[in-house]
């Protein structure tokens, strides 16, 4: 907690640097710190309106990353099981409690976002509001009401923040906007009780109810837990999260996402089929989701299923058994990667990893079919992208991996490129895609966080 006149010289600090260095890594502390000290002054500075109208107490200081997905794509709707890590890009938000029951997020280059938790009564103002849906205000009401049912208080506060996640990257950033709003009510109000899982669900209950997107809960998790993290979503009341090591730069790789361009807006009907059709094949055996049967079950019904509900249908369900496979080994390669001792087995055990990331793209392709919208044809960017991409490793004898990253059809794929390849992947890509559309992600171990400089 920071008074007014104490912020930009804790943003100055040396404790400030080495949470910095942490966060994003050593070579952008100044690039953080610029960061962190335009947000400040944007709150403080005359002119902020109602931003600081009625706030009381000290600054605080929050920040929660995007996430990217390792393994397990289009997984966890379905009980299923998923790899996943927080990485460097992040929502940074300076933040005062409000006295008047009111939130105010406001977010550089979108509209602020101004919602009043209490009716004139004075009771919580919590119900869904269909002219809400899809906004944020959704979102912060949906998660003012989490808190509110779990016995948890969730007054006002004022928040100016920024946002580096790229929007429609597949790197969740209203997931991690989402947890950051979790994360504020309850420093501010829950006494920093709620555990990361705690302040994901939350996240996903608004954005299920409130915001009317029929989402899982891994990108929630990713970007709450920090790190790489292996969720297993059998009990999905209470996942199994498991931290995993996750150090591809000591194996001399990058990450490094691919963003094609593609419009999402009118992609809802798509994603929205992906668990609709899995638990369609789910509900001919009785059960709710795919994470209560076997492949085994599942064959042995599949002349039934594609009369009932197509092949579609039916190649997705594959898709959710073989992707939960995939991901145990993929965690299990990674752990291997860290314990080995020998190169030799090291290397073995990243090539592994590498040869399951190729096998859940091509099983994404062909099986899950999430590489392009079915409605417009015309529009295939990432299939372009990873076409590039299997070309620059073919063009280069180069070991990599590749595959459509998130909710797919439009938007990003991911990609793992040698490290002293990377400058001519950016170029051979750049060359369709634009300047920037290469973006080599970092993994950061703290998830959803208050900064205490």
Do not use: W
Request: proline fraction near 3%.
């Amino acid at each position: 907690m920071i008074q007014e006149n104490e912020l930009f010289a804790k943003i100055n600090s040396k404790q400030a640097s080495n949470i910095f260095a942490r966060l994003y890594g050593e070579n952008k502390i100044d690039d953080a710190r610029e960061r962190y000290t335009k947000l400040a002054a944007n709150m403080l500075e005359r002119g902020s309106g109602e931003l600081l109208d009625e706030t009381t107490g000290e600054l605080r200081v929050f920040s929660a990353p995007g996430r990217t997905e390792l393994g397990g794509n289009h997984t966890d709707h379905n009980h299923g099981k998923v790899l996943a890590a927080s990485i460097q890009l992040d929502s940074v938000a300076i933040v005062k409690m409000r006295k008047d029951n009111t939130v105010i997020f406001r977010s550089t280059g979108f509209p602020d976002v101004k919602v009043k938790l209490v009716n004139p009564d004075g009771t919580p103002d919590m119900h869904p509001r269909r002219e809400e849906t899809g906004t944020t205000e959704a979102l912060v009401r949906g998660i003012a009401s989490g808190f509110y049912s779990q016995g948890c208080a969730a007054g006002g506060f004022s928040a100016n923040a920024d946002s580096n996640v790229l929007p429609g990257s597949g790197l969740s950033s209203s997931a991690a906007i989402e947890v950051q709003i979790g994360r504020i009510f309850d420093s501010l109000y829950g006494e920093g009780k709620r555990t990361a899982l705690e302040i994901a669900q939350v996240g996903q209950y608004a954005e299920n109810i409130y915001f009317g997107k029929p989402c899982g809960l891994m990108d929630q998790t990713a970007c709450a837990c920090g790190g790489a993290v292996a969720i297993d979503f059998t009990d999905a009341a209470r996942p199994e999260v498991r931290q995993i090591n996750f150090d591809l730069a000591a194996a001399g790789y990058a990450l490094c996402i691919v963003n094609t361009g593609g419009n999402h807006a009118d992609l809802t009907a798509d994603y929205a089929q992906i668990p609709s059709e899995m638990k369609a094949v789910a509900a001919f055996f009785g059960k709710s989701t795919l994470g209560e049967l076997d492949k085994e079950t599942v064959i042995a019904g599949a002349s039934d299923i594609r009369k009932a509900l197509g092949d579609r249908a039916l190649l997705r369900s594959l898709h959710f058994f073989d992707e939960n496979i995939r991901v145990d080994a993929m965690a299990a390669a990674l752990t291997e990667m860290e314990n080995v001792v020998t190169a030799t087995a090291k290397q073995q055990a990243l090539i592994s990893y590498l040869n399951l990331v190729n096998e859940s793209g091509e099983s994404s392709r062909d099986l899950l079919q999430n590489i392009y919208s079915p409605n417009h044809p015309e529009f295939q960017g990432i299939s372009i992208a990873l076409a590039l991409t299997r070309d620059f490793f073919r063009k280069q004898k180069l070991r990599g991996a590749c595959r459509v990253h998130g909710g797919g059809f439009a938007g990003t794929i991911q990609a793992y490129i040698p490290m002293d390849a990377i400058d001519a992947y950016r170029v051979h890509i750049e060359m369709i895609f634009g300047a920037g559309s290469v973006t080599v992600l970092q993994i950061r171990s703290k998830g959803a966080i208050e900064l205490v400089f």
